[in-house]
């Protein structure tokens, strides 16, 4: 079945777990299976997803099997055919689905661009073959199914970039550094090449000295092997085909220390990668946009600047 047809629209305002939608210069809201039938290197287990906090309103949530992509669709009179497919935090234990989720789709919507937030699988042993791949094997997923349907989504494939947070941010660069290498042998081939990435107090390395321990703990641990700390630093990955970007970190960030984004920074210098890095005075750690400095403000104009929120002809 084509995928059009299993697409599953929960509202045209609003969806399940998501706070009220404004409806300025949003058109539609979808909710999309990341994979039909059986998931690649899956292993058959029972549904443990859960929300960390039901009455919260910035909705967590943790031990995700089931991976979906939640798109926001611009007005059509205002959309420009750029993408950013989003990936919230949560130190791959969860994903903080609002904050860092729908509320950035959004404010990305009021610039024309279509956004796709990703509530990918955390890594676990019982419903993996292998934990370490299974989110990255997700992002992959999720960079085909929204580049495959460009046409029909009225977007540019070449203008399809990546944003994360936090972990998240970790697994968009990640998808940054390791796009030529699919985890799942069927996307083998296709352009898993993100235009450009965002990232958003990102954890970068998992060099002891800087990195967030829960996150590579729960990625690759609880053993270490030094291959993978390697392969999981992503500042030690970059060449010069990967894909610009735009970083944005606090200075008093105590989860997720500066250093991450300071020595991917320097990576992409050295390969002579166009980038952007904004150091904020304060805000520590998962602020969304939440601070007082207006970070969106500067990301609008690096967009300007690549070309990214030029209307399509």
Known sequence: ??????????????????PLVKAENISKIMVIDLYT??????????????????????????????????????????????????????????????????????????LGVTAFVVKYRMPMSQSMVDKS???????????????????????????????????????????????TQAVDPQLQGQNLRPDFQILLYPV????????????????????????????FSNELQVSTATPPAFIVHAGDDNAVPVENSLVYYQALHQHKVASQLLIIPSGGHGFGMRNQYDWFTDLTGWMTNMSLLQKAQ
């Open 204 to 231: 970068i390395s998992f060099a002891a000295e800087i990195t967030h321990q829960g996150s590579r703990d729960n990625l690759i641990g609880p053993t270490l092997e030094p291959q993978q700390v390697e392969y």
């Open 1 to 18: 079945m084509p995928l059009n047809r299993k697409l599953l629209i929960i509202s045209w305002i609003c969806m399940l777990f998501a």
């Open 133 to 179: 791949t299974g989110p990255l094997q997700d992002a992959q997923q999720a960079i085909s199914i929204v580049r495959s349907n460009s046409q029909q989504w009225h977007l540019d494939p070449s203008k399809i970039g990546i944003m994360g947070f936090s972990a998240g941010g970790h697994l968009a660069a990640s998808a940054a550094v390791h796009f």
């Open 37 to 110: 039938g059986q998931i690649p290197g899956s292993i058959d287990s029972e549904n443990v997803e859960n929300i960390r906090d039901v009455n919260h309103p910035d909705t967590f949530i943790m031990d995700i099997t089931h991976p979906t992509i939640t798109a926001y669709f611009p007005e059509p009179a205002i959309a420009n055919g750029t993408a950013v497919i989003i990936l919230p935090g949560g130190g791959y234990a969860g994903v903080s689905i609002v904050k860092e989720g729908y509320q950035i789709a959004e404010r990305l919507n009021q």
